[in-house]
């Protein structure tokens, strides 16, 4: 079985976020440490800036 990485595991907080969830909560649910979400959110933001203006 696979696990999911820990970019789509920040995808799926982002997502849960919105919907108004605790990120304290999905981070612990997940196994995510704080700094590696926000690590991996700004990964994918310098990601899209890159392709939009690169």
């Given at each position: 079985m696979c696990s999911a990485t820990q970019g789509e595991k920040?995808?799926?907080?982002?997502?849960?976020r919105e919907e108004?969830?605790?990120l304290k909560y999905l981070l612990k649910a997940l196994g995510l440490s704080k700094s590696t979400?926000?690590?991996?959110?700004?990964?994918?933001?310098v990601k899209?800036?890159?392709?939009?203006y690169g």
């Open positions: 920040a995808a799926l907080v982002e997502e849960l108004g969830y605790t979400y926000y690590y991996e959110i700004g990964n994918v933001v899209l800036f890159c392709n939009t």
